[in-house]
């Protein structure tokens, strides 16, 4: 019933930025109600977490690789979330997810295994 559609990405150089865009959608889905998240994933690694912001809007985590370069934000008149990345690294190169959890608390948050919709993905790739 919840759609999520990412858009943003792109092939950008190292030191670039880019903006992500999760547009959230469906009859019965309440924006206001979920946890919203970003995670990635490179093959042959682990789904990694990147940022997660509660459904209250008010606890943020981030993965530590990432922190001071990139802000999670969620505007729910227009259900979307953003994921806004500064400084690209070769290292940021992944398919980003974005993920929704309903209700999802603050331990769960940083956790795949609590989310459930998730988007089919953007690539981002960054080049050195």
């Known amino acids: 019933q919840v759609q999520l559609v990412e858009s943003g990405g792109g092939l950008v150089q190292a030191g670039d930025s880019l903006r992500l865009s999760c547009a959230a959608s469906?009859?019965?889905?309440?924006?206001?109600?979920?946890?919203m998240g970003w995670f990635r994933q490179t093959p042959g690694k682990e789904r990694q977490i990147v940022a997660a912001?509660?459904?209250?809007?008010?606890?943020?985590d981030y993965t530590d690789s990432v922190k001071g370069r990139f802000t999670i934000s969620r505007d729910n008149a227009k259900n979307t979330v953003y994921l806004q990345m500064n400084s690209l690294k070769p290292e940021d190169t992944a398919v980003y997810y974005c993920?929704?959890?309903?209700?999802?608390?603050?331990?769960?948050?940083?956790?795949?295994?609590?989310?459930?919709?998730w988007g089919q993905g953007t690539q981002v790739t960054v080049s050195s």
């Open positions: 993920v929704a959890g309903r209700f999802l608390g603050v331990q769960a948050m940083g956790h795949s295994s609590g989310y459930d919709y």
């Open positions: 469906g009859r019965t889905f309440s924006f206001s109600r979920y946890t």
């Open positions: 912001i509660h459904w209250t809007g008010g606890p943020i």
